[in-house]
């Protein structure tokens, strides 16, 4: 029975809640329930929506739904925006239908804002088709849309790799007098990048995209909404540009350098060191100097294409300059020195380790264990780096993901080292641990 109910409660703890706190505390008193139950009334749980949202539990969402209609609770228009949003946030699709489709049920319409949250939740997805549809269910329903839902479909069409929907999009905006923003060059870019398969001339369109944006309009329809401000969602999420974990961080991020940020990267990613230099010149002339985001997609570009000497020394002009440092101009350093796994660069990556320990730079479970996935791959050498990042999250007792425990575990047992070495004992038992949590414990994740 218990393992029924284990079992039960990682699918739906909704449910777990109806059979167990419903049917054995029924004859409990009024002061007992209201310890059990974290909400009660739509304010309640609004707050708790926005909670789960913040803390990035997105996959719980659904659960405090069907929680909140055991209680007896109305959702309202405003708290279904809540819970879109948490789970756009989260990329969650099928849930953002889920809840749309529940409005619906209740004759609740879908304004214009929350169909703009659908439209980037499919873009977050890489679902482009999907959004053609939500938005043609717009029409279709005289939801008449804004700015933000032009740029929301265009970027969505870009990640995707659908250029041709991206430039009818174009087209749909230049014919409804919607002037092109940074955001729509930025998904211009995007959406050559990802087309299949990459044109020759990609690098040439690039900077090309980067030019004519210098021209680009500021228009009142596509500025953030009053909405977007009470949920705290930059454009930069919305639209879903590679930037949008660092809006919030002014002194990391230029704003209005959103187009050159998504040229760099996207240069990067192809490893186009000439380019990248060219698109450099570019910034330079326009009088604008390279934030702490363009200074990690030009490090990238070099790492990648194995030239660490001008890795090394973007990293080292930067930390001699008077710009405040950022643990991701380490983190960059040490994964891109990693490249190939070559002598001079696993060197590079040991002394950065060292380096940013030393500075009281420190680790989080999402860097480190990507960091130790990646040196895991180590074939030949001594393995010092992934060692020492092991060693590092131990050392504060961060806990990595069990795909880079995995991947340690098994280039440790590649090596000959005992089988009672202290090392690996604890990495098995790690293992063991986290394969067997992930396998008692499934949800909605």
Not at 100 to 107: A, F, L, P, Y
Not at 244 to 255: G, I, M, P, T, V
Not at 281 to 304: A, F, P, S, W
């Amino acid at each position: 029975m218990k393992f029924l109910i284990q079992s039960i409660a990682g699918r739906n703890r909704s449910l777990v809640r109806a059979l167990v706190s419903r049917r054995f505390f029924a004859s409990s008193s009024p002061e007992e329930l209201a310890k059990r139950n974290y909400a009660n009334d739509l304010s309640e749980y609004n707050s708790v929506v926005n909670s789960v949202t913040a803390q990035r539990r997105h996959y719980l969402l659904r659960d405090v739904y069907d929680d909140m209609k055991l209680d007896g609770v109305q959702p309202t228009a405003d708290i279904f925006h809540s819970f879109v949003v948490g789970v756009m946030k989260g990329a969650r699709l099928s849930d953002a239908f889920f809840f749309r489709e529940e409005m619906k049920s209740m004759g609740i319409a879908p304004d214009v804002n929350l169909y703009n949250f659908l439209i980037s939740t499919c873009g977050k997805c890489k679902n482009g088709k999907e959004a053609i549809r939500v938005f043609d269910e717009m029409k279709r329903y005289d939801v008449k849309p804004n700015g933000q839902t032009f740029v929301c479909l265009l970027n969505a069409c870009a990640v995707s790799g659908h250029l041709d929907l991206v430039y009818a999009i174009v087209r749909d905006m230049t014919a409804a007098g919607v002037g092109l923003n940074q955001f729509c060059y930025a998904g211009l870019i995007t959406a050559h990048l990802n087309k299949e398969p990459r044109p020759d001339n990609l690098s040439t369109k690039i900077l090309e995209l980067v030019e004519q944006s210098k021209g680009w309009s500021s228009i009142d329809s596509s500025r953030k909404s009053a909405e977007d401000m009470m949920f705290n969602i930059s454009e930069e999420e919305l639209y879903n540009v590679p930037t949008a974990e660092y809006s919030h961080r002014s002194r990391f991020l230029q704003r209005n350098l959103t187009v050159y940020h998504v040229a760099f990267s996207a240069l990067a990613d192809i490893k186009d060191v000439q380019a990248t230099e060219a698109l450099l010149e570019m910034l330079k002339k326009d009088g604008k100097n390279t934030d702490t985001y363009c200074v990690i997609q030009v490090m990238r570009c070099y790492l990648h294409s194995k030239d660490f000497k001008n890795g090394l020394k973007c990293f080292e002009d930067y930390m001699n300059s008077d710009k405040t440092p950022a643990m991701e101009l380490y983190t960059t350093l040490i994964e891109g020195a990693m490249t190939d796994y070559t002598e001079e660069g696993m060197k590079i990556a040991q002394e950065t380790l060292v380096s940013m320990n030393d500075r009281n730079f420190f680790l989080d479970a999402k860097t480190g264990s990507n960091l130790l996935l990646k040196a895991a791959g180590e074939k030949t050498g001594g393995y010092t780096v992934a060692n020492m990042t092991w060693d590092l999250m131990q050392g504060r007792n961060i806990p990595p993901t069990l795909a880079s425990v995995e991947a340690y575990y098994k280039g440790l047992k590649e090596r000959e080292i005992p089988e009672d070495d202290p090392r690996l004992m604890l990495v098995t038992r790690t293992f063991n641990t986290l394969k067997r949590q992930q396998g008692t414990f499934p949800n909605r994740r």
